[in-house]
């Protein structure tokens, strides 16, 4: 094929060996290296090779008209050939994204009766290997034939082979059908084999694309990149060390971009955001990776934030702003995603509910919206035997919830209690049996019996649950225990176990699982929580941690009050983005005042003035005259995963991370070899 050389450079460096060798070995040597080089040139050959370009896209030819008796030049893989005969051969040629293909008509002669050599070779050649093809283009009646999977046929066109060059072998060890699946150890070929992952790659691009125009040239924000290699501190999260050749010297991988962040803010740039990469050294789940992409934004005057758990993050941050100027900011972008992407119109403003509403109302602090089974606090209105018989605990809330079961085909109480007797039995309700404040107390609407199933309520209270949950027929009414005190943390026993009944109730076809999209802001979180001895926080001794980060404000001068009163009355200038029961991120607006940033670090945290001095560089950035700023980040592969109706954000990652932090197709972590661990002063534990 015109074009298919080896390149100069590669030829002299043949015949330089040929000649070197030459020089020190018998005369008649020389034949067998030259056959050693001709040998050589075939086999490397798709490694060095000129190939000419393509004329055409498989895509273009699947547009009508067809490109009738027009010579084509065609890039893409082999498909599996069929044989009409020695001499007549048919193979699809599938598109370089693998997304189209064409049928290729091979004969061992032309119509003039000259032999084709590209027929053998075409022969030879393996599926899945890369090609070149060059043909004719030949019009046909358009084909019955079903399209190959997930990949759309031309079918009204042909090619009638003229000329094929292989640009390298597909090894016959590798075996592919429409039944294999790959290891992640083979990710290359998963991503091959499998369209749904390279649509959700292409997608992520999309959206990011559409994140960046919103972004950059509608609100004016600059794209900012900052480093990669920073220190570490006690932000909250545990970190990535990278060792360094300097004795006892260390980075740390960021956490996320915040302080760099902010430190924008100090400088002059009014609007920063940038794709973030970030890292922590955390338990791995489906919606978490040690490595992960940020959308940050930043505005100075701003409010509060939350840190995602994730890989990429949309890191945003807005100078001489409020937290509701971020708020909308972000809601255009989401709802632009929405629109152009999916073509799903989602509710402008997005609605909100304080962080008490959403534990309230529905046990959780990022609550999925769409499946109802709201919340209600009754204990008031139980007798003590009926509050007894639920808990231990003196003086305890009571709330109840229905899952109403009555929609389906045939409801009945024993359908029902079928349900509900497999779930108890089950590992998943294991947590709800052994929680410390009491099980749920699980009661069947059943008209056949005494106050329908409710007796032990008493008459008055009975009667009150109908007025409240106008339960129905093979209703579920649960009752669930807890401590009289103020909400903390993510989730209620009552709140996960609503996601968990709501999630069997649709896997056994008693409910249809739920649509769409709820969006919904979160706000007003504490701004400080008592310490997770599970979590680093931020090291103080106060017995406290930031819920958010220790840079987030509180919201009002009654909290700024309330600091030096009772820290875990204060409430944050803190702002959650939820979507679908799905934290897509958080945002907040910043102590922008170093005396303030500092009392909040020494007076309320009580961090150590080494701690503290961890944080000199952004102390020393805020006295410089910061303006208040607040910003946003919100999980940019969570956010691609829910948009893609994905269980785990590994299918929306070209390289994902197991669930314990590998990359099985790299096998990293690698241990360290003895010469690493000398050249950066490291010895491992419990060697001397």
Known sequence: MTGLIPSRAFQNRGMRQIESTATTEAFGSLYGLVDWYQDWLNTSLPLVVRFPPATHELSDLAKPPPLEREEVVLHGYLGKRTDLSKNFYFVPLLSKDLNHSIQIVSSAKSLAGRTHPAHERLKSFAPNTPVIIKGLVKVRVPSAGKDLGDIQKVKDAEIELWDVQSLNEFPKDIITTPETSFPPESRHLQIRSEKGLRDALAFR???????RD????????????????????PEGAREFIVPTRRRGLAYALPQSPQQFKQIVMASGIPRYYQLARCFRDEGLRADRQPEFTQVSNLVPYIVKERILNGMTQLDLEM???????????MESVIHRLWNDLLKFQLPFPIPRMTYRQAMSKFGSDKPDLRPGMSIFRIDHLLPPDLISMITSLLKPIIEVMILQLSGTDEPHPNKTRDFITEFMESPEALRFHENPEGGPGIFIYDTRKPLQGLQPFGFEAAEEIERLLEPKEGDLIILQARKNAPFSGGSTALGDLRLALHKAAVKQGYLRASEGFEPVWITDFPLFSPSDETEPGQGGTAGLASTHHPFTSPKSAKDVDLLMIDPLKVIGEHYDLVMNGVELGGGSRRIHNARMQRFVMKDILKMTPERIAEFSHLLEALRAGCPPHAGIALGFDRLIAVMLGKESVRDVMAFPKSGKGEDLLVKSPSVMSESVLKTYHLQLRGEN
Do not use: W
């Open 319 to 329: 100078a001489f702003a409020t937290g509701e100027e971020v708020m909308r900011c």
């Open 214 to 233: 919103e972004l950059s040239n509608k609100y004016g924000f600059i794209d900012v990149e900052t480093p990669l290699l920073f220190k570490s501190t």
């Open 205 to 211: 691009g999309r959206a990011a694309e559409i994140c």
